[in-house]
């Protein structure tokens, strides 16, 4: 049995595990993560690595695509990618609502509910932006979680 398979039938079998215990596993395998990076970026390079970072899974492990020089693919992820995208606002329609949600977070005590009805977005649209706006400014994770309240 292959190393991937038995880390599989094993993340299976935490849905019985408690919070606690989850918390921990998932502070475990970010350690493990980590140190896994740390480890791939002091191999030697390839002749097609070129350092840059795939946005959707943070592997160094990409190459260009197409024939625009500016258009990276990932080798790990299977994704293609603009390399000098802003992560916030690329292929966004609404790119002043996000600063306004940034904004509406950071300086006020209002609640989710209100900020959603205040922006006029869905809670689906929200909760994408949320995750977007913590990758890029993780010191803000503390104030979406609570609600927007100081």
């Known amino acids: ?8 039938d094993y993340l299976k079998g935490c849905e019985q595990k408690n919070e606690s215990e989850l918390r ?20 030697p390079e390839k002749a097609h ?7 959707h899974c943070r592997s160094t492990n990409t190459k260009g695509h197409g024939k625009n020089p500016n258009r990276s ?9 603009v390399k000098e995208r802003g992560a916030l606002y690329y292929r966004k329609r609404n ?11 950071h300086s006020t005590n209002k ?12 809670v689906q649209t929200y909760y994408k932006w949320k995750k977007e706006i ?17």
């Open 1 to 8: 049995m292959s190393f991937q398979k038995e880390l599989e």
């Open 24 to 43: 921990e596993l998932r502070r475990s395998l970010n350690q493990a993560l980590l140190s896994l990076d740390k480890k791939l970026e002091s191999m």
């Open 49 to 55: 690595n070129n350092k840059d970072r795939c946005p």
């Open 73 to 81: 693919f990932c080798l790990d992820c299977k994704l293609a990618y």
């Open 95 to 105: 790119r002043d609502k996000i600063l306004d949600l940034i904004v509406a977070i």
């Open 111 to 122: 609640r989710t509910s209100e900020i959603i009805r205040e922006l006029n977005v869905s």
């Open 134 to 150: 913590i990758f890029v400014f993780p010191q803000l994770e503390q104030k979406f979680k609570r609600g927007g309240k100081k």
